[in-house]
């Protein structure tokens, strides 16, 4: 049973930074895309970032919601299993439950609705 399991949530200041990470297990990703969605408070989920495949170069790109460009930065450890997502110069707008996704398929990983694995969530709240 895969399982992916969200960690680094917690209070911040604005401006602050925060690093959340998330480990698999049950399958590897390995070669596969890993995300993150973000659900704030009365909002419907929303795509944050995803670590994708670049098969032709054997290594991993960043695609990011255009609200987190140049400031949040989101990584793999295959050995691990795990995607990391740096979070810089945090706002209010950003406080949401963070949410780590994966799927095998390439074409589903920035579509909320076929995304096959998800995790609990963690919180992030910024305060000013």
């Known amino acids: 049973q895969v399982q992916l399991v969200e960690s680094g949530g917690g209070l911040v200041q604005a401006g602050g930074s925060l690093r959340l990470s998330c480990a698999a297990s049950g399958r590897s990703f390995s070669g596969y895309p890993m995300a993150w969605f973000r659900q704030a408070p009365g909002k419907e989920r929303e795509f944050v970032a995803a670590a994708r495949w670049s098969g032709g170069g054997r290594t991993y790109y960043g695609d990011y919601a255009d609200f987190v460009k140049g400031r949040f930065t989101i990584s793999r450890d295959d050995a691990k299993n795990a995607v990391s997502l740096q979070m810089n110069s945090l706002n209010a707008e950003d406080t949401a439950v963070y949410f780590c996704?994966?799927?095998?398929?390439?074409?589903?990983?920035?579509?909320?609705?076929?995304?096959?694995?998800w995790g609990k969530g963690t919180l992030v709240t910024v305060y000013s």
């Open positions: 996704a994966a799927d095998p398929d390439d074409s589903h990983i920035k579509a909320l609705p076929f995304v096959n694995y």
